[in-house]
């Protein structure tokens, strides 16, 4: 079963592809793997997609993307997500505290 989190992203020199420094929220569609059929493999959390809600440029208004952000906003975050462990990690902890499910450590069936 999926689910979604809502997740910030803080640009404050315009990295991103529109250029501008700003504020970005998004929801990550994901999904939990629970591992073998007698759960005592850890579980694992897929990426199903990530998708651009809101940008607030410096001195904006919070507003909507147009298509051509929101296509570009989510590729950059999917493609820094990849390469950026802390990231990824945060987002995986978030995920399973969403889901109730334990996260990380050799106690996660306890």
Not at 66 to 82: A, I, K, S, V
Request: glycine fraction near 6%; proline fraction near 4%.
């Amino acid at each position: 079963m999926s689910s979604c989190l809502c997740w910030t992203t803080v640009d404050e020199h315009g990295d991103n592809p529109t250029g501008q420094a700003g504020n970005f929220e998004f929801r990550i569609w994901y999904e939990i793997n629970f591992g073998d059929e007698d759960f005592l493999a850890e579980p694992t959390m897929d990426i199903l997609s990530v998708e651009c809600t809101e940008v607030c440029f410096d001195h904006e208004q919070p507003r909507a993307p147009t298509e051509e952000e929101q296509r570009e906003l989510n590729d950059w975050l999917e493609n820094g997500l990849d390469c950026n462990s802390v990231d990824i990690n945060s987002v995986t902890k978030l995920a399973f505290e969403n889901s109730y499910v334990e996260y990380g450590g050799d106690n996660w069936l306890d």
